[in-house]
């Protein structure tokens, strides 16, 4: 059956016959290395709208990247991350003909993009250098631990935060995180990693809705969306927020939670 436990088999199977003729498997992991085993011939850089494409030739594939990805300015993260999503593709083809071809039964669409990205993530945050690196840290429980720790692997906030939502590997029932994109005076959620107790005070923070009127329950009535900073006692916890900066098109919200004071009034707030 091709699903999740087949696409980790394959990523498995690379990082094995990479420590077999290498040695040990370490971050930042560059995909690059892993191209030769997933029968890619050449990476090329083109002209093109798309980030980047795989092609089936004879005897393997060729990963074409798009030509921004070589200027000075260019994304490296986005890059890495592109490739190892190619390379991903790769393990969806017969390549015991002379030009690979489609599995019969391989996925196709949004199916297939999303054990791409699956892959993808795996290949540039394996689970077992995750889960050592958190052993080190301690698990998430904070923005700026995220930051760190997608800095350790070499790979965007997003890519790290669905990571760790997958995983559960963050403080869930203290922590959750959320990443926002504000454009033209537009607020969205991007992704967002979180636990039950997140859900038991507002709806689940799907990619492309309005943050704020997502983030609504999680305001005291005396705030406003657009603090940076407030406090918010519930039902069910005494939520500490705050907005961190990333750039003028970001923000990361972060929130605490912890039991509300004995006795404390419903929608009691401090905010900045």
């Known amino acids: 059956m091709i699903d999740e436990t087949f696409v980790l088999g394959k990523v ?3 990082f094995l016959r990479l420590v077999k003729e290498r040695g040990a ?9 892993f191209a ?9 850089y083109r002209r093109m709208i798309p980030e980047a494409v795989l092609t089936a030739v004879e005897d393997g594939f060729i990963v074409y990247l798009q030509d921004n990805f070589i200027l ?7 890059e890495r991350f592109s490739l190892a999503h190619e390379l991903a593709h790769t393990f969806f083809y017969d390549r015991s003909q002379e030009v690979p071809k489609p599995m019969k039964g391989s996925p196709r669409g949004e199916k297939l993009e999303r054990l791409c990205h699956l892959a993808a993530s795996e290949i540039l945050i394996p689970s077992p250098l ?3 690196e958190l052993e080190k840290r301690g698990k998430v429980e904070s923005a700026e ?19 760790l939502h997958e995983s559960r590997l963050f403080q869930e029932e203290e922590f959750a995180a959320v ?4 454009v033209a005076g537009k607020q969205t959620i991007r992704t967002a990693c979180y636990g039950s107790i997140l859900l038991c005070n507002t709806a689940r923070p799907k990619r492309g809705a309005d943050f704020n009127s997502w983030v609504l329950p999680l305001v005291p009535p005396t705030g406003d969306p657009g603090d940076t900073v407030w ?20 923000f990361i919200l972060d929130l605490h939670f912890s039991p509300p004071p004995p006795g404390a009034p419903m929608g009691s707030a401090e905010k900045s």
Request: with cysteine; net charge positive; proline share 4%.
């Open 231 to 250: 406090k918010h006692a519930t039902k069910t916890a005494l939520i500490s927020a705050r907005k961190i900066r990333r750039s003028n098109r970001t």
């Open 130 to 132: 995750l889960k050592k």
């Open 12 to 14: 498995g199977a690379l």
């Open 179 to 182: 990443l926002v994109d504000s």
């Open 36 to 44: 030769s085993s997933c029968g890619v011939l050449n990476i090329e």
């Open 145 to 163: 631990a995220l930051l760190a720790v997608a800095a350790h692997f070499d790979v965007s906030l997003e890519v790290l935060m669905r990571k």
């Open 25 to 33: 498997l370490a971050a930042p992991v560059d995909p690059v290395q």
């Open 72 to 78: 000075p300015n260019r994304n490296k993260l986005r």
